[in-house]
């Protein structure tokens, strides 16, 4: 399956995440934490529905992602709503032009699709870059948990008269990882029958020590680690793992 077939197909998948919990948990972050300015920068953004939601609350945002394809979706989503979102083509492990922001997001666990240490740590250091003093940097990954318990060795299907999926998932060859098999089976109106696309995907999360360890070695004071868009410390079966950050 191409990207560009995919890119069309992931707001189906996605069609329940819980994106205006994403808007709720950053507006009260930023309000505790005092950030009064709203520049605010979407890192692997995708199809742009976090960025349409933010900019309708009144940010001013940037879109970043590294498919071309997802940023044509979230470009014509933008233009529908009669928003002015600049969005770029870029790998958040090398922002480069974007000037700087009050708060930088990576969310929807973005941050797993990242294969390797080396990403991830040239990923917090282009974030910390682009933050103004006191900027905020806010970001979402599985839990090694929801990896291992919820993920690994698990099918997971959906069927509607447009388009149908079958998900399996896999252990990965690298710690905390996992690999997704996705088969979609989209309806062509004008023959009736339905195309199959084909899609893998892998990710990989971390401890939580270690991605505290790394924003320790960027610069950034680690201001809040939560779960599962609650104010409260991560249990065992926590599934999604909010780290706040400020830039020293």
């Known amino acids: 399956m191409s990207y560009e077939h995919f890119a069309y197909l992931y707001d189906e998948l996605m069609q329940d995440a819980p994106y205006d919990e994403w808007v709720r948990f950053v507006k009260e972050k930023l309000q505790t934490y005092q ?15 976090l960025s349409v939601r933010f900019a309708k609350e009144g940010f001013s945002v940037t879109g970043v992602d590294l498919s071309a394809d997802m940023l ?3 470009q014509a989503k933008a233009q529908e709503e009669g ?33 390797s240490d080396e990403d991830v740590l040239h990923t917090f250091t282009s974030t910390y870059e682009h933050l103004k003093e006191s900027g905020i940097f806010i970001f979402d990954v599985h839990s090694t948990y929801k990896i291992s318990d919820v993920f690994i060795d698990q ?14 998932s896999f252990s990965g ?15 062509d ?11 893998l995907h892998y ?9 505290s360890d790394w924003l320790a070695e960027t610069g950034f004071e680690l201001l809040e680690i939560c779960a599962d868009f609650e104010t409260k410390e991560p249990q065992l079966n926590s599934e999604r793992i909010f780290f706040i950050a400020r830039k020293a």
Not at 173 to 187: K, R, T
Request: glycine share 8%; charged share 25%.
């Open 35 to 49: 950030v009064d300015g709203k520049n605010l920068l979407d890192l692997a953004c995708g199809t742009g529905e």
């Open 72 to 74: 044509a979706v979230a």
């Open 83 to 115: 928003l002015q979102i600049p969005f770029f083509e870029q790998n958040m492990a090398n922002l480069e032009g974007h000037g700087e922001f009050d708060v930088i997001g990576i969310f929807c666990d973005s941050l797993n699709y990242l294969r």
């Open 155 to 168: 099918t997971f299907a959906s069927t509607d008269d447009y388009v149908s999926y079958i998900w399996n």
């Open 173 to 187: 060859e690298l710690p905390d990882s996992v690999e997704h098999e996705l088969s979609f089976f989209v309806l």
């Open 189 to 199: 109106e004008q023959t009736g029958k339905y195309d199959r696309f084909d899609e």
């Open 203 to 211: 990710q990989r999360t971390y401890p939580i020590q270690q991605y």
